[in-house]
């Protein structure tokens, strides 16, 4: 059967039992299995990994798929491997796997087996991953979380700056698919710009939470009386609780505790063993509430938080919108509570002070964002979708009501100063 006749309803039920695509993903993949140079952004839990993982099923040759982090690489194999009675479907390349096991996967690919191989970026640098890679056929190529290729994300990762030049290698004319769920301008035209796509089919989902309901309070010396209130409040419901230091996690964790709050402190200085003992708990709800770094959270699907809180504000929008984003997965409420005070950015832009100089002035410039967002008196959901390049309209818009500046408007002579960029 030629791949213009396939019914990609039958397949997409055969392989992952969902009986509807999912906003643009028909569309996607249409236009991936026709072979062309692709661009998806998606807010995270929009459904990008079926983008690709779908097409590379149906298609002849080996889909390469690049992705930064090797736990969420291993799920994806085994989510795949499970749909299908092949092990060898679905693999993995890189740095963990010893001789034996890399000839194993090379033969699965040589002989038309495999049509996932899940690589980190530096395992293509390896050059006879590389000599091997151009010796077979390749479907095409997905840079799943592509906005590591750009400084102007948050989460710029060195090794992704090679990957067109690498790609070349392997073959000049494969289709190369970008994923991301940051939905900035510039570090869009990063990413097309950096994957040497210029005229990729750009799909971009609304990146719309109607359900989150945003709210910005002033930071004062009763903050953490102020959140023990609001947690207490909400009881018996799981949230998050954000500080930019591992010292005042530990402190705010123990304040809680000692309210009688159900709490658990998350963060990078503490041993793998009690990260996922705490993660767990959370996912159980043994715990209702995880005092976290930006450590937490990062592949953690519970569907059920209900409220993010952030005790420290966010070093740009991307972050607010990623980490806010964890709250209401399921559709259900998901209050964001963000404490700001100015102090706070005068920190933040002392942390980068030994930075080379380029990386500062993004740094300073993505702050001020920030600033804007915080101090601004028009809707913050308006804000928030304008920044990601959407205009919203709160009188039509879903969610149009679901902001503080909305519900409680302030005085109109501060409010005339706030103008969005
Ligand atoms: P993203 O990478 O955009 O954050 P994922 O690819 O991880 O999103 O998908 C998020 C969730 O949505 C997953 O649990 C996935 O199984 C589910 N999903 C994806 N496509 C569909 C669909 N067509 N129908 C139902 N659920 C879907
Ligand atoms: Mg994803």
């Known amino acids: 059967m030629s791949v213009a006749q396939i019914d990609l309803h039958v397949e997409l039920k055969k392989y992952f039992g969902f009986s509807e695509f999912k906003g643009l993903q028909e569309d996607v993949i249409k236009n991936v299995v026709a072979g062309n140079n692709t661009f998806v952004i998606m807010p995270t839990g929009g459904g990008k990994s079926l983008c690709y993982q779908l097409p590379a099923l149906i298609k002849e040759g080996t889909a390469i798929v690049v992705s930064p982090l090797i736990a969420l690489m291993k799920n994806q194999v085994d989510a795949i491997r499970g749909v299908s009675e092949n092990d060898g479907v679905a693999h993995v390349l890189n740095s963990s796997l010893n001789k034996t096991e890399v000839k194993r996967v090379k033969e699965d690919i040589r002989n038309g087996i495999t049509k996932l191989l899940y690589v980190a970026p530096e395992s293509l640098t390896k050059e006879e991953h590389v000599e091997f890679l151009r010796s077979v056929t390749i479907s095409f190529m997905a840079v799943d979380e592509a906005h590591c290729i750009s400084e102007w994300g948050h ?7 090679n990957l067109r030049h690498i790609i070349k290698r392997i073959g000049d004319n494969i289709p190369i698919v970008g994923l991301t769920a940051t939905a900035t301008e510039k570090v869009q035209e990063d990413i097309l710009k950096s994957l040497g796509i210029p005229n990729a089919v750009k799909f971009k989902a609304s990146f719309n939470r109607p359900n989150l309901y945003y709210e910005v309070r002033p930071k ?12 207490k409040q909400n009881e018996g419901k799981s949230g998050i609780v954000y500080c930019l230091s591992r010292k005042r996690v530990e402190e705010l964790a123990q304040v809680l505790q000692v309210n009688g709050i159900k709490a658990v402190p998350y963060h990078a200085g503490l ?4 990260r996922v003992k705490h993660q767990d708990m959370f ?28 005790h420290d504000i966010p070093k740009s929008i991307e972050s607010y919108y990623q980490e806010t984003g964890r709250a209401g997965r399921d559709g259900g409420e998901g209050h964001c509570l963000a404490y700001y005070a100015y102090k706070d950015i005068e920190k933040l832009e002392k942390f980068m002070a030994g930075k080379p100089v380029a990386e ?33 309209d709160n009188e039509t818009g879903e969610g149009g009501d679901m902001d503080d500046n909305v519900r409680f408007p302030k005085p109109q002579k501060e409010a005339k100063d706030d103008v969005i960029k």
Do not use: C
């Open 271 to 274: 041993d793998a063993k009690t």
């Open 220 to 231: 004062t010396k009763n903050v953490d009386a102020d959140i023990i209130r609001f947690v």
């Open 283 to 310: 996912l159980m709800e043994d715990t209702d509430v995880v005092v976290a770094t930006i450590a937490f959270g990062m592949g953690i699907d519970k569907p059920d938080v209900r409220f993010v809180i952030h």
């Open 155 to 161: 989460d710029f990762r060195p090794e992704y700056r």
């Open 360 to 392: 500062q002035e993004i740094g300073h410039a993505l702050l001020q964002e920030v600033v804007a967002f915080s101090e601004t008196s028009v809707s913050r959901r308006k804000f928030i979708l304008h920044y990601f390049g959407e205009e919203f």
